[in-house]
């Protein structure tokens, strides 16, 4: 079946520094998802990317979504406090099949 | 607030025992799944429900069953409680239209302990 991989399991930065988690999936997709879950909460929506080379921005933070549809990555600059979290990717195969979640990237920021 | 709303929000039941989550999903949304997630284990898709009927199923164990009646709301059944069942379990919901905004709404989480 459908399998998404996360790396790296754990991040430690400071704050200030930038983040980078990366997604790889063993099957093409038609989309990925990225969300987001504070510790203690529910994964909260981020983004969606659909085209293949897509990349997206919210502020500090950038999406990319690879040529071949397999592999995506967030990549954050200078990390706050507030990014603290795990960062999941979640991929489908097609419109209609359920959300494929990777196992996450938890990052930890140091002030 | 996602708008999808999960009962209980703690259960603590014994080895052995059933019990029973409910999920309302996001009003108008259709679809719902169900989710596991274990200490570092991420997010493990256990179920999907489409308009009441089984849409997809994932690493749901045969003690473990779901339904989704007319109203949307859903229901996931665990029975023959183990320890290693003890964890959290989410609810979500999309629309499930298959174009444009897809994005899942995850309730605040079930956390089950078996003692």
């Known amino acids: 079946g459908q399998q998404v991989m996360q790396i790296p399991q754990y991040q430690h930065v400071q704050e200030g520094e930038d983040f980078t988690t990366y997604c790889n999936s063993s099957?093409?997709?038609?989309?990925i998802q990225w969300y987001k879950q504070r510790p203690g909460g529910h994964p909260v929506f981020l983004i969606q990317l659909v085209k293949s080379g897509e990349v997206k921005k919210q502020k500090r933070l950038t999406f990319q979504f690879g040529e071949a549809k397999k592999n995506s990555s967030l990549h954050i600059t200078a990390t706050q406090t507030t990014d603290v979290g795990t960062y999941f990717c979640?991929?489908?195969?097609?419109?209609?099949?359920?959300?494929?979640f990777g196992k996450g990237t938890r990052l930890s920021v140091i002030a | 607030d996602s708008g999808v709303t999960q009962t209980p929000k703690h259960l603590i039941t014994a080895t052995g025992q059933r019990v029973t989550l409910r999920c309302s999903p996001r009003s108008g949304d259709l679809s719902v799944y169900w989710y596991q997630q274990s200490l570092d284990q991420g997010l493990q898709f256990l179920i999907q429900y489409y308009n009441g009927e089984e849409r997809a199923k994932g690493n749901i164990l045969e003690r473990f069953s779901a339904q989704q009646f007319p109203d949307l709301h859903s229901e996931l059944n665990l029975s023959s409680l183990e320890l290693g069942d003890s964890a959290l379990y989410f609810c979500a919901s999309s629309a499930q239209s298959g174009v444009g905004n897809t994005e899942a709404f995850f309730g605040q989480g079930t956390r089950l302990t078996v003692v």
């Open positions: 099957t093409t997709l038609s989309n």
């Open positions: 979640a991929g489908r195969n097609s419109g209609n099949t359920p959300l494929v």
